[in-house]
């Protein structure tokens, strides 16, 4: 099974500011898929950002991108210019490249500040 | 489009007592999925269907849950008797056959409480 860990339960940060949330996972596997979901309060859970393993380029969603380090298996999402609205619990997905079953990270809340 | 649907948002019932939960995929999307999220963890596949069929049931606990989707569309979910630790946000997903089909569509959720 794959293990995905978010070892920061929590986050805080200045409105129009930056933070990152990091994301490790244990794998054996050379190609997978990884994503970050967002998850506001009382609501549905959406996809922010998805990267492919096979991909070296880092994916970049507008104010959302990703830090994927292959070899160290770290997959860290970084929020610029922080807005009310990305206030939410952010969870780190895996995902085996001929599979379609998500294994996901314990999650990071994240508070934005005014 | 419209989005993953779920009924009821809410729900109370008392231990050993049964409740069934309902989604509406995503139009056109094959693949569904339960996942449960307990109190501060991340959500657990319990069952994925292809159309009709069950593609992954592994982690469903069977003696007490079960799942159908007949007709490849709509599913149900069902608890039966309920414990104290059934107590979580059951999410239904959903995913398309074509170019994204590695990305889920997740509902608003049921949130269950056993008492």
């Known amino acids: 099974a794959q293990t995905v860990t978010q070892s920061q339960p929590e986050m805080s940060v200045q409105e129009a500011e930056t933070v990152t949330l990091s994301c490790t996972y244990d794998?054996?596997?050379?190609?997978?898929?990884l994503f970050w979901y967002k998850q506001p309060p009382s609501r549905q859970m959406i996809l922010v950002i998805r990267?492919?393993?096979?991909?070296?380029q880092n994916a970049t969603e507008n104010r959302f991108s990703v830090n994927f380090q292959k070899a160290a298996k770290s997959f860290s999402l970084k929020i610029s210019d922080s807005q009310l609205g990305d206030t939410a619990m952010y969870f780190c997905?895996?995902?085996?490249?001929?599979?379609?079953?998500?294994?996901f990270g314990a999650g990071t809340t994240v508070t934005v500040r005014a | 489009e419209a989005g993953v649907a779920q009924s009821p948002r809410y729900k109370i019932i008392e231990k050993r007592q049964s409740v069934a939960f309902w989604c509406n995929p995503i139009?056109?999307?094959?693949?569904l999925y339960w996942y449960q999220q307990i109190l501060g963890q991340g959500p657990k596949l319990l069952i994925q269907?292809?159309?009709?069929?069950?593609?992954?049931d592994s982690q469903l606990p069977k003696d007490r849950f079960s799942a159908e989707r007949l007709k490849g569309v709509d599913s149900t979910l069902k608890i039966q008797p309920a414990k104290l630790e059934d107590s979580a946000v059951y999410l239904c997903?959903?995913?398309?056959?074509?170019?994204?089909?590695?990305?889920?569509?997740f509902g608003p959720g049921t949130r269950l409480l056993v008492l």
């Open positions: 997903a959903s995913s398309s056959p074509g170019t994204e089909r590695k990305t889920q569509y």
């Open positions: 794998t054996s596997e050379s190609n997978y898929y």
């Open positions: 990267q492919e393993a096979y991909k070296q």
């Open positions: 997905a895996f995902m085996k490249h001929n599979d379609y079953k998500l294994s």
């Open positions: 139009s056109g999307h094959a693949t």
């Open positions: 269907f292809q159309n009709n069929g069950v593609v992954d």
